[in-house]
């Protein structure tokens, strides 16, 4: 991240880095999405992790794009990006949800713009993902360090052009000291949406980088008919923070790295370390142990 990128981010709250993506990544993702589009006619991409398949699964399999694998994987720690995350949260950061957000043509009535975040305390009690009063998605430059509560970084796999909709934010609302005015964090329609909302235009395989303390949201798709935007986002936070209820486990996923494997650690003062490692593991094993027993108990109370 060059002095210029760190001005940038520092004054607005969000950087585009283009090119992040090849070509062929690009198609191999898009590819690998289509197809699992395909075979669920209600595909859960990915969550907040803050969904579950079905009630009764663990919590650490909550939905992720990880499990498609591939170029999915490789999305965790890609180079073109990591160099922004280390900056921007330090070491040991995690990852702490990703999810698929697909927009297309939507009915009139359902074309709002939600801002959400923004100003030191991100959001305030009224914030669309969560009452906040000491602000979990902080934001502050000190000693010459970022510091961020979630960094998204949103991979645009379709061109999104200006006035198509996509990404808005307040730029600078992550250090405003005052919280965003009820009256303006709904757009229900274009005209509506403030003039100091700025629309971020982007190009497929250019990758989005914001912090979660800016007040940001989606501006409803009006691109061409047939024409969608699909986005990835990988959300990451320090070692010792989690946004997400769900954490992620390791194990679940096909060919990680070990150093893939150490974003997808839990929260802990200890970060992506060795010492805790065991300890997530052994949580795991009483978890399957304790639904091996409540089974059962279920089936000598199906014998009476
Ligand atoms: O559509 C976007 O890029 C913004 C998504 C958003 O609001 C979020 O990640 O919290």
Known sequence: MNDDEKYLFDLRGFLVVRNALTHAQVDDLSQGLEQHRQNNPQPILGSDRTVLSKAKDRAWSSPSLLELGGTFIDLLDLPAIVPYLSTLLGEHYRLDHDYAKIDS??????????????????????????????????????????????????????DVHEGDGGFACVPGSHKSHVGLPRHWRHSKTQAEIPDFVTRVAANAGDAIIFTEACAHGTVPWLGQPGRERRTLFYKYCPHAVAWSPCFYNAHHYQGLTPSQQQLLMPPSAYGSHEATAHIWEKAQEEQLELQRLRAEIAALKGHD
């Open 105 to 158: 043509k939507m009915p009139a009535r359902e074309r709002t713009l939600y801002l959400h975040g923004g100003g030191q305390g991100a959001g305030g009690p009224d914030d669309l993902v969560g009452p906040s009063d000491g602000g979990q998605c902080y934001y502050r430059y000190s000693n010459g360090r970022f510091f961020n509560g979630l960094i998204a970084v949103a991979f645009e796999l379709d």
